[in-house]
């Protein structure tokens, strides 16, 4: 899935979906996480950097539930897929690791 893509798929969904999905979303990432500290392929200093991407980005989701269930949220869906992008750095691997489990928390 491409940051557009998710970005099209985020903005058709209504409140209630919206709230599924960034709970769902925070729990892949949750395995994510799981993936990155077992990869027997990576520097230690490389799941470092990418474990805390990732707890940063699931700072923000699970925020995003809180403000989601006040009705508070502020966030933009392009923002929100910004906030995945600019936490990743670059790391293509890493993003498209985040950008799966969006994909699988929207199925």
Do not use: Y
């Not at 557009?4 to 994510?32: N, P």
Request: proline share 1%; glycine share 4%; aromatic share 6%.
């Amino acid at each position: 899935m491409r940051p557009s893509e998710l970005v099209q798929r985020l903005c058709a969904l209504d409140e209630g979906q919206k709230l599924s999905f960034v709970e769902l979303f925070a729990h892949e990432l949750t395995i994510c996480a799981r993936w990155v500290w077992s990869e027997n392929g990576l520097s230690e200093s490389d799941q470092i950097q990418k474990m805390k991407a990732i707890n940063e980005i699931q700072h923000r989701v699970i925020s995003r539930i809180r403000s989601i269930r006040l009705k508070k949220d502020q966030w933009s869906e392009e923002d929100f897929v910004k906030m995945i992008i600019e936490w990743t750095a670059g790391d293509s691997g890493l993003l498209l690791l985040i950008l799966n489990a969006a994909k699988s928390s929207l199925s």
